[in-house]
């Protein structure tokens, strides 16, 4: 079995920041207060950008630019619902689950319909999804007017943007067992196996009979329900939704999913992956805020670390490095 | 081969965490003195870099406490939302914000405040989980400033328009409605066409001015408000030929609008000065770590901030006015040039 390089790197690479975080700030950087706000500040970029892997996995170009307007979208479009129908401080529970559904089915509609538009009508992804951004941010403008919506903090919504069980906070759970879900989803069921392998060969993916245009739709409505959810996972943790929350969201999950050794060509790409790198990210941004540096630091450091990924995978340097060892090598059956 | 591998990776996973363990047990972070840091909507634009050197100034005073300026890389208040949180997880003792949003900023503004971060914000008059907000002028009576200033240029008489960023911007519409109870003062002075929205957008207000100089060839007066404004309407003014026969008074900055105040086409601009503003919020919490109060007519010792107007805010926080409205034209703006 070949070793995943993205997963061993970016194991050590967690590590490696955690003590280089823990060193410079005497401590502060390892307190369970910061690695707790921490993990609240990953879960929704890290769904949004779990929804770019899956796009990215279906192949011929693949990739879903719509996510953080989708998810604003929801949130401006349940909110309005939730707000008209029910009180947030007489009904709290019944708001919450109305404002989560809301989100959940606006954003899965709106993955529908990139599907559709993707798979029925053969628009290239890129451009597709950079329509619909587009519309949705729009759609968003109008029925907020322009105006952040308050969507107001009732209990069961403030405590799944920012309570904690067991010293862990509950959005940081939710994403985990999404992620644990869809890796299964995705290893286990025809489903999975079938996105890969239209991903690795779309004509091949044909000519067996494979149903092209239901494998899509349904790849960018599971990644718009990500960002459906990303969506409640916002407004819990800000009280407050708009429209052009997180623009810069856009090129950082792709970011992730580059990092995460997803292949951009389609046919490969790890949950766990994407998770990891999106704590990464997360690790190395807050570090540098903790050193205080200047955010056109951070910037320049997720670029050199994209472009090491992208070595690491082009010359496969960690194969190459174990392949020094070849006695250490089990025989294995190949997977 | 992968059990052993597994065993040094572990082995180095253990090595490293008991060394920051290690570390983590024996220090305490920032042990000297207090920190305030200010949080900007977007480093590196001239705007908040002029905030910056008003925030060092406050840094030299003060060398007792650790005082810096942060902002976000990117306009998107979901990175400023990022700073803020990672600074309070830090143990920073006293935020300074500009919120790009305040709208964004509520949630994660009231945990800190819960947890004992001492708050103060800038330019967001209905924050609701701020300790104190601090204003740089009353609007309304910027508003008569600048109106008063164009009315003394165009004699008190004649026709005269205004352009607003967008009818949804709450301070310039408060601008240019003081301007125009203002301006009811003097019979002569005729309102035409007004609340032209700009978009903050100095080719657009350009073309938007061009029209207007033709729809009404006998304008004498321009009140803008958008900080591109007065260059595209100066634009227009000094291209027409117009210049010193039409008014234009509006909120602008030095650098920029040096070259059209010079020429006449503008005839002052007006702002407000985010050095004094930063020194102004940094002294603020300076006097909230400490346990201080602030009340009604307090010095804060800081040009433009000597006699400031304290009154209840948007939530529980107290809402600070300062008087450090700056009007200047061609013979004084150098005093300020940023």
């Given at each position: 079995m070949r070793r995943d390089a993205n997963l061993l790197v970016l194991c050590v690479l967690s590590v490696v920041l955690l003590a280089l975080g823990g060193l410079v700030s005497d401590g502060a950087f390892l307190s369970p207060f910061n690695l707790q706000s921490m993990a609240t500040q990953v879960p929704e970029i890290g769904l949004l950008a779990i929804g770019v892997m899956l796009a990215m996995c279906a192949g011929n170009g693949g990739i879903d630019l719509s996510g953080i307007a989708n998810a604003n979208m929801s949130g401006v479009a349940a909110g309005i619902v939730a707000i008209s129908l029910f009180d947030a401080t007489e009904a709290p529970a019944l708001f919450t689950l109305t404002f989560a559904l809301g989100c959940m089915i606006v954003g899965l509609l709106a993955g529908i319909l990139n599907g559709i538009i993707i798979?029925?009508?053969?628009?290239t992804p890129i451009l597709a999804t950079l329509g619909t951004q587009m519309l949705f941010t729009g759609v968003a403008v109008v029925l907020s007017d322009g105006r952040s919506l308050t969507i107001g903090a009732p209990d069961p919504l403030y405590a799944l943007g920012n309570g904690v069980v067991f010293g862990l906070p509950i959005s940081f759970l939710i994403f985990v067992a999404i992620g644990i879900a869809l890796a299964a989803v995705l290893r286990l069921t025809p489903y999975g196996m079938r996105l890969m392998l239209t991903g690795a060969n779309p004509k091949a993916a044909v000519y067996s009979g494979f149903r092209g245009v239901r494998i899509i739709t349904t790849t960018y409505a599971i990644s718009g329900l990500l960002a459906g959810i990303a969506g409640i996972i916002i407004a819990a943790r800000n009280v407050n939704v708009k429209?052009?929350?997180?623009?810069?969201?856009l090129l950082v999950a792709i970011l992730i999913a580059v990092m995460a050794g997803v292949r951009p060509q389609g046919g490969h790409g790890r949950v766990v992956n994407v998770i990891l790198a999106a704590v990464v990210l997360q690790l190395l941004s807050s570090l540098l805020n903790f050193i205080g540096l200047s955010n056109f630091v951070r910037d320049l450091a997720w670029g050199i670390l994209l472009l090491c990924f992208l070595a690491v995978a082009r010359f496969d340097l960690i194969n190459q490095i174990a392949a020094?060892?070849?006695?250490?090598?089990?025989?294995r059956a190949a997977e | 081969m992968t059990t052993r591998h597994h065993a040094l990776t572990t082995g180095l996973k253990a090595a490293l965490l008991t060394t920051v363990m290690t570390v983590a047990g024996s220090a305490a972070w920032a042990q000297d003195g207090k920190t305030i840091t200010t949080v900007v909507k977007?480093?590196?634009?001239p705007w908040f870099d002029r905030m910056e050197t008003g925030v060092d100034l406050y840094a030299e005073e003060h060398p007792e406490m650790t005082i810096s300026q942060v902002g976000p890389a990117t306009a998107d208040s979901a990175q400023q939302l990022q700073i803020v949180q990672d600074l309070i997880a830090r143990g920073t003792d006293a935020l300074a914000v500009v919120p790009m949003d305040p709208g964004v900023l509520e949630g994660l503004l009231k945990r800190a405040i819960d947890r004992g971060t001492i708050v103060v914000t800038h330019e967001?008059?209905?924050?609701?989980?701020?300790?104190a907000n601090i204003e740089a002028f009353d609007n309304a009576e910027y508003g008569t400033a600048l109106n008063e200033r164009l009315a003394e240029c165009m004699g008190q008489e004649g026709k005269w328009t205004t352009f607003v960023?967008?009818?949804?911007s709450r301070t310039h519409m408060q601008w240019v409605g003081a301007g125009e109870e203002n301006a009811a003062?003097?019979?002569g002075m005729e309102l035409v066409d007004?609340?032209?929205?700009?978009?903050?957008d100095a080719n657009g207000t350009y073309e938007t001015a061009k029209e207007i100089l033709r729809k009404h060839p006998d304008i004498k007066g321009f009140q803008t408000s958008a900080g591109n404004d007065v260059l595209g309407v100066g634009r227009a003014i000094e291209e027409a030929g117009l210049t010193g026969k039409v008014c234009l008074v509006g909120t602008g900055l030095p650098n920029p609008s040096a070259a059209y105040l010079d020429s006449g086409a503008i005839t002052a601009i007006g702002f407000w000065d985010p050095q004094k503003a930063g020194m102004a919020m940094n002294e603020v919490a300076r006097i909230l770590l400490e346990g201080g109060e602030l009340t009604d007519?307090?010095?804060?010792?800081?040009e433009g901030y000597e006699s400031v107007s304290v009154t209840q805010g948007a939530g529980d926080g107290k809402l600070v006015v300062g008087n450090g409205m700056v009007i200047v034209d061609k013979d004084t703006y150098a005093e300020r040039l940023f």
């Open positions: 798979s029925r009508f053969n628009i429209w052009d929350y997180g623009t810069s969201y020094f060892a070849p006695s250490r090598r089990l025989p | 977007i480093s590196g634009i967001a008059d209905n924050q609701v989980n701020t300790m960023g967008s009818l949804g003062k003097y019979p007004p609340n032209n929205e700009s978009f903050d007519g307090m010095d804060l010792g800081v």
